[in-house]
């Protein structure tokens, strides 16, 4: 299996701050990463695909960037509602991995 | 507008077989490049992928867990089914079923749309 490395896994910030989470691949996965934000007792949303990509309706202050085993989502401006977990997944092989998680707490 | 919703007992004894329902609506699991996939995320823990049904009948199951899953779906009905054997303490989670389309996500399997996942715990 692709093992799926998040650092940090959390971290405090404050509204306004600019924020970067990395996702490190054990191995080679071009850019087949996804990045899905989490809230207590809620599914995941998606928010970047294909590493860069952003979904339908997610604020344009989220960004991915990164190919082969290093990635990251940045946050630009950081808002009260992006308080959450941050979750990476690959989708470059059939089997699919998610990362261990980065909370984003308030400072 | 896509919705999936899982359904399923709440509560399992050691080794008895849970089974779980994803009952979902406004698209079809036999369109091309249509899949639903099951996570699982334990209480506090990370999200866990467990396998993958496609449009084609294709199944795809996280090794560690292969040999106890299996997953089914019948379109009549626009459910899928995740069965998973030998029930444990350690397999108490939140479970959730996801929606991809590979046409959507320049052919890469993301999960757009969840359902809001549903507890099982795991205790004699």
């Known amino acids: 299996d692709i093992q799926m490395t998040q650092s940090p896994s959390s971290l405090s910030a404050s509204v306004g701050d600019s924020v970067t989470i990395t996702c490190r691949a054990s191995?080679?996965?071009?850019?087949?990463l996804n990045w899905y934000q989490q809230t207590p007792g809620r599914a995941p949303r998606l928010l970047i695909y294909?590493?860069?990509s952003l979904q339908r309706g997610v604020p344009s202050r989220f960004s991915g960037s990164g190919s082969g085993t290093d990635f990251t989502l940045t946050i630009s401006s950081l808002q009260p509602e992006d308080f959450a977990t941050y979750h990476c997944?690959?989708?470059?092989?059939?089997?699919?991995?998610f990362g261990g998680g980065t909370k984003v707490d308030i400072k | 507008q896509i919705t999936l919703k899982e359904s399923g007992p709440t509560l399992v004894k050691p080794t008895q077989t849970l089974t779980l329902t994803c009952t979902f609506s406004?698209?079809?699991?036999?369109?091309?490049?249509?899949?639903v996939g099951w996570i699982r995320q334990p209480p506090g823990k990370a999200l866990e992928w467990l396998g993958i049904?496609?449009?084609?009948?294709?199944?795809r199951y996280s090794p560690s867990l292969n040999s106890r899953l299996t997953i089914t779906k019948d379109t009549s009905k626009d459910q899928v089914v995740l069965m998973m054997t030998n029930m444990d303490p350690v397999d108490t989670a939140t479970y959730f079923c996801?929606?991809?389309?590979?046409?959507?996500?320049?052919?890469?399997?993301?999960?757009?749309?969840w359902g809001q996942g549903t507890m099982v715990t795991v205790s004699s």
């Open positions: 294909g590493a860069s």
């Open positions: 191995q080679f996965i071009a850019t087949y």
């Open positions: 996801a929606h991809s389309n590979r046409r959507s996500f320049d052919w890469l399997d993301a999960f757009d749309i």
């Open positions: 049904i496609y449009w084609d009948n294709d199944k």
């Open positions: 406004g698209f079809s699991l036999s369109t091309s490049g249509v899949g």
């Open positions: 997944q690959q989708s470059y092989t059939t089997v699919l991995t």
